[in-house]
């Protein structure tokens, strides 16, 4: 754990394969994000064994002590004699806010932030975390809402 508001957890034995002759443990690494304030969002990012790492049993996840300012996490390998280091990317806070009108299903942003991707947007209708592919979807600049929101 962090000092602030971020978590990690080790788990060496997943991401697993067997066949007749092999076991092979690479392991994943769970970062897990919760933010502090009037809404509360949770954002996880899951951490698996580079894909230029060779052998088998990596035990990818065996430790991973994170520094105090939350800045940097050191993943241990054992299995593969490495560690690993993921420093965090930060992104400026952005938002927009439109009144819905129980009419309209399409929402333009692109004249008011920026993303690279769909899974920097956090979509709150009447204070309700929405599901992207579930409540809402992304077509180019847009969130569009199968029905309009009230």
């Known amino acids: 754990m962090g000092d602030q508001t971020w978590a990690v957890v080790g788990a060496p034995g997943s ?20 933010a ?4 509360s969002f949770t954002q996880t990012q899951i951490l ?6 060779s052998g088998i049993n990596h035990e990818f996840g065996f430790s991973v002590p994170m520094s105090r300012d939350e800045r ?10 490495k560690v690993y280091a993921y420093a965090r990317v930060d992104f400026q806070f952005q938002s927009v806010q439109y009144v819905a009108d129980g ?5 333009n942003y692109a004249n008011h932030i920026v993303v690279d ?5 956090v979509v709150l209708v009447d204070n309700d975390i ?7 979807v992304i077509v180019g600049n847009s969130i569009n809402f199968p029905m309009a929101p009230q």
Do not use: C, H, K, M
């Not at 991401?15 to 919760?34: D, H, K, L, P, Q």
């Not at 991707?117 to 947007?121: D, E, I, L, Y």
């Not at 929405?130 to 809402?136: A, E, K, N, P």
């Open 103 to 107: 009419s309209t299903t399409q929402y």
């Open 72 to 81: 940097w996490i050191y993943v241990g390998a054992p299995g593969a004699n």
């Open 15 to 34: 991401e697993f394969t067997w066949n007749a002759t092999t076991y092979t443990r690479a392991g994943s690494v769970f970062v897990i994000f919760n």
């Open 48 to 53: 698996v064994v580079p894909p230029t790492a």
């Open 130 to 136: 929405q599901t992207l592919g579930v409540d809402y």
């Open 36 to 39: 502090i304030g009037g809404n």
């Open 117 to 121: 991707t769909g899974n920097q947007f």
